[in-house]
């Protein structure tokens, strides 16, 4: 399958990525077939710049594109793709082991009849 995504440049902690069409079992920074832009998130707004015709050419041959390709590319229509997704059902929490509060109350009653005892 064909992918639109980014591919990592640049050195640590300075990222600098490259809009690439790829096939999807290829590395993320490994083999490409086309070069369609570029990406700079450092500089302040972030830099992009892309070729929409090869965009509109790959996509019409079946490539996909990343979602942050897509919201790089057409944040307007990204954000309705969001708001059309179903949200995540929350992660089901194991309920918490405590200590019965019987067993505490059980101690300290015989504890009572002891002093009780004394007395």
Known sequence: ?????LARLG?????FYRIVAT????PR????????????PLKEPSEISFNKEKIDGWV?????LSNRVQKIIDPEKYSELIKD????APKKVSPKVEAPKEETKAEE????DNEDENA
């Open 60 to 64: 019409n041959k079946g490539a996909q």
């Open 29 to 40: 920074d490994g083999k490409f077939l086309e070069i369609l832009g570029t990406y700079d």
């Open 11 to 15: 050195r640590k902690k300075r990222p």
């Open 85 to 88: 997704k179903p949200k995540k």
């Open 109 to 112: 009653a015989p504890k009572e």
């Open 23 to 26: 096939d999807s079992r290829s």
């Open 1 to 5: 399958m064909l992918k639109i995504r």
